[in-house]
């Protein structure tokens, strides 16, 4: 009877979990919330186990006696409704309710001698001005250009198969034809001038032009524009959003180890030693972390490996914040200079800096008022020693919040007495929020080594497990976290034979 009983007992709980499989998620950022979004969204039982206090990750913004300092969202691909990508952005409930404002120029960039590049986002009023500055390069401008106006009229594929690989192949062959980084191509201009302007508007690390080239095509087109209040109302709207599909959020929840049994992802041990346990396991987390220290590295083959020791990630920031009592209405709100008196952090010699002024979104400050931010790319193992002192540390981050100032002073002579706020972020304060791996932002740099990588969402002798996230696509940002979630869940309809359905919010 004891035995019926069980067998009886067995046959119910495999009938539910038939109709009902439970899923636990890993990570609370975008690509965590997107999974959860569409897991519910197709009858799946979901949780979010996320380390910090709020959901966000790295999509975050924090507030600083009355100001409000982003610590990610500069422009969103799929904000305008002729995106596919605008569609999964509805799915997730980011899109409905926002103000989007579009961009005139994405940035503009001086010289040590005053002459200025405006990258406009109309590649017309662009090819003006870039002749202007160098008529001798006419030619290799209006290549540029003409590539521009190309990839402006290719949409950004989103879904899987044979068409949305026939959609993405004229924009792989773009990809592959500027995949040097930016410097190299500036080598071809004749006018030094534009050589160095061309440089410093387009070059990050060894970052592909190819990334560069489909910014402008997107703005271009008329996407990527900037959602007003930033990546806080993001975050919190795909929170709000999964919680609507019935979803849970544990805060304060820090996986350890990812749980397995005869090579099947059962659950996972949190830092307080407690286990939870679900039908299948979503890592939305560090890559890093969840491969070499959650899975112990024992689900790895070498084309993995090699990516963790031969792909560079984006380089760590510090990534300073102040808060500004004066509007700064009628300047750029992104500008790159030359410094006349630069500065080193660690190793690292910051000769220019960008600064973003958020004079184009009221919510950022109080009225009058307004934020500016500056990333520095910095070296993580300066800081890793650094911590072991905390008096050095925070003199340190006091020591550049003030050499920052004074930077910017060489061009706007009035800001150091207007600063009322100022905050330092760097690599471990990456690190510590969002556990990403040697404080990366935004996960593989995508540079040609890169570009022609292709990362697996499941690792190789590990089943009933997915990763999703920046991690498994290079170049990182925003749709990634949202797309690769939707893949895996779209798979995991596979397995559980059942079609995969989206809802609009």
């Known amino acids: 009877m004891k035995a019926l ?16 499989p439970s899923v636990i998620i890993i990570g609370g950022g975008v690509a965590g919330l997107a999974a959860g979004c569409y897991a519910q969204m197709n009858g799946f039982r979901t949780e979010i186990l996320e380390m910090h206090t709020a959901p966000g990750g790295l999509c975050t913004a924090w507030k600083r006696k009355g ?24 799915e997730v409930g980011v899109i409905q309710g926002r103000t989007f404002i579009t961009y005139e120029y994405y940035s503009q960039v001086l010289d040590d001698r005053g002459n200025r590049l405006i990258l406009y986002t109309d590649p017309g009023r662009l090819r003006e001005q870039m002749v202007s500055i160098a008529p001798k390069d006419e030619r290799l401008i209006n290549r540029i250009i003409h590539d521009i106006k190309k990839l402006s009229r290719r949409d950004m594929p989103v879904e899987l198969g044979v068409s949305g690989f026939f959609g993405m192949l004229p924009i792989i062959i773009m990809f592959m034809k500027y995949r040097m980084p930016a410097q190299e191509i500036a080598l071809k201009f004749k006018s030094p001038v534009m050589r160095e302007l061309f440089a410093s508007a387009f070059g990050w690390n060894d970052m592909s032009f190819a990334f560069m080239l489909w910014t402008m095509a997107l703005m271009a087109a008329g996407d990527g524009g900037y959602a007003i209040g930033g990546s806080g109302p993001l975050s919190e709207a795909m929170a709000a959003r999964y919680a609507s599909l019935g979803g849970t959020i544990y805060f304060r929840s820090r996986v350890d180890r990812i749980l397995v049994k005869n090579g099947h992802a059962v659950g996972v041990r949190l ?11 979503i890592s939305a ?8 220290d959650m899975l112990e590295e024992r689900y790895i083959n070498k084309k993995i490996r090699d990516c963790y020791s031969d792909l560079d990630p984006f380089p760590p920031l510090v990534y300073v914040s102040l808060g500004i009592a004066a509007d700064y209405s009628g300047e750029p ?13 660690g ?22 008022k307004t934020t500016v931010n500056v990333m520095l790319e910095t070296d993580y193992d300066y800081w890793k020693q650094l911590c072991d002192d905390r008096e050095r540390y925070r ?16 061009l706007y002579p009035a800001l150091p007495s207007q600063v009322e706020v100022i905050d330092v972020a760097t690599p471990l304060t990456f690190e510590r929020y969002t556990g990403n791996w040697r404080g990366s932002y935004e996960g593989w740099l995508l540079n040609k080594k890169a570009l022609s990588v292709r ?11 997915f990763m999703v996230g920046q991690w498994v696509s290079p170049g990182g940002g925003l749709p990634a976290g949202v797309i690769t979630a939707r893949n895996a869940i779209r798979k995991l309809c596979g397995l559980e034979k059942r079609n995969f359905v989206t809802k609009r919010y």
Not at 5 to 20: K, T
Not at 274 to 280: G, L, N
Not at 336 to 345: C, E, G, T, V
Request: charged letters at 20%.
């Open 455 to 465: 990362i697996p969402q499941q690792l190789p002798g590990l089943s009933n497990f």
């Open 333 to 345: 709100h992104s500008l790159s200079f030359p410094l006349a008196r630069p500065f080193a952090i």
């Open 395 to 410: 003199a340190e981050k006091e020591r550049i919040g003030k050499a920052v100032i004074d930077g910017i002073a060489e």
């Open 347 to 368: 190793p690292t010699e910051v000769k220019r800096i960008s600064i973003r002024i958020y004079n184009f979104d009221p919510t950022m400050a109080p009225a009058g």
């Open 5 to 20: 009983s069980l067998l009886c007992y067995r046959d119910i709980r495999q009938e539910v979990s038939s109709i009902s």
């Open 285 to 292: 987390a560090d890559g890093h972390a969840t491969i070499f």
């Open 271 to 281: 830092a307080d030693g407690t286990e939870r346990r679900a039908d299948y396991i």
């Open 67 to 90: 100001y409000t300092f982003d610590g990610c969202l500069h422009w969103l691909v799929g904000s305008s409704p002729r995106s596919s990508m605008h569609r999964l952005w509805e």
